[in-house]
Each structure stands twice: as C-alpha cells, then as structure tokens.
C-alpha cells in the first residue's frame, strides 16, 4: 500500500475510532455501526451448501475463527470428524473447503478473526474453542452453565450468542438461558 493511501487511510480510521493494523482497519467493538446495530465481529456464513451439509450437525462455525491450513486439515478428515463420520461427496466437500479456506481468518479483514489469527500464530488448531482467544472470552463461563440443556458445550455458539449466526458476538447480546443477560 502506498504511504498516501496508508496516511489517508489512517486519518480516516483515527475520525471513525478506528485502529489500524497492518493497513486492515480493525473497529473497536462499540464502533462501526450499520443501521443502528454493530457490523459482523466475523463475516456470517453466506454459502447455503456449508450451511444445510455442517450446519445440519453443529453451528455453522464461520470460516473467520480459524486459518486456510486449519480448515483443509478438518476437510481432509471428514471420514473422522471428532468420533463421527462427515464424508461428503467429493464435489460438495472440495467447494466447501474451497468457500472456508477463501474466507478463513488469515484471508479476511475482520476484527475478530485478527484476534483469533493473533492467538494462533502457527498452530493449526481443529477447535474453535481450544483456541487460546476464544477460551480468554468464556474464561468467566462457569462450567455448570455448560449442562444447562440448551448449551451443552461451548461449541454451540447460538445458545448464548443472539446474533452469532450474523457473525456478532457482543457481550451485550449475550443471553445465558436461565440466566438472562450476561453481565461481567
């Protein structure tokens, strides 16, 4: 990028309250809102066949939690997904590996997907939830909260997520069944 546009770019972000990361424009969480309501934390998922084929077992994760290498390493496993079988056909699992490695944490702009990546560094984590990031953000979680029946795990993202699957995860939108709100 060349330092004009990189110094026009930096003013821009410094009037919207913005933070600028290797010339990624990265909004703080309470910034950058559409509409009244904040952009995506994570590019929601926007392909209907990973949607229907893994959305129909777990929450679609969106591909911004984790690297290209992390996601071509759980495609070329389906045949032993965590203890099940997810083979797919080999058109339908080499488009959407094609869908998650475009759009993984390391190919996209994204505020929390930078963290992630920053978290990361060289590993090739398999889930989401062992990444050191995300298990920062549950550490005030208590474990009782995970066998109210309609978390289960912290894998279920839209348990408590109200607007996970539009790739938000604010704390304010947080709602713990039984609970209610989240509040720190």
């Not at 992390?70 to 965590?82: E, I, P, V, Y």
């Not at 279920?156 to 109200?162: D, F, L, P, Q, S």
Request: glycine share 8%; charged share 25%.
């Amino acid at each position: 990028m060349n330092k004009l546009r990189f110094s026009l770019l930096a003013l821009a972000a410094i009037a919207l309250g913005t933070v600028v990361l290797g010339g990624v424009v990265l909004a703080d969480d309470d910034d950058d809102k559409r509409g009244g309501r904040r952009a995506p934390d994570v590019m929601p998922v926007e392909f209907a066949l990973y949607q229907s084929e893994c959305g129909s077992c777990h929450f679609a994760f969106q591909p911004g939690f984790l690297p290209a290498r992390s996601w071509r390493q759980l495609m070329g496993g389906l045949a032993d997904h965590f203890g099940d079988s997810a083979e797919l056909a080999a058109d339908d699992r080499q488009a959407i590996e094609a869908y998650l490695v475009t759009n993984a944490a390391d190919r996209v702009a994204g505020r929390r997907s930078a963290k992630f990546m920053q978290s990361i560094g060289r590993d090739t984590p398999l889930r989401i939830t062992e990444v050191r990031y995300f298990r920062s953000k549950h550490d005030e979680v208590p474990a009782r909260l995970l066998k109210h029946e309609q978390i289960g795990s912290f894998s279920n993202c839209i348990a408590c997520h109200t607007r996970a699957e539009q790739g938000s995860y604010a704390e304010r939108e947080i709602r713990i069944p039984g609970i209610g709100r989240w509040e720190d």
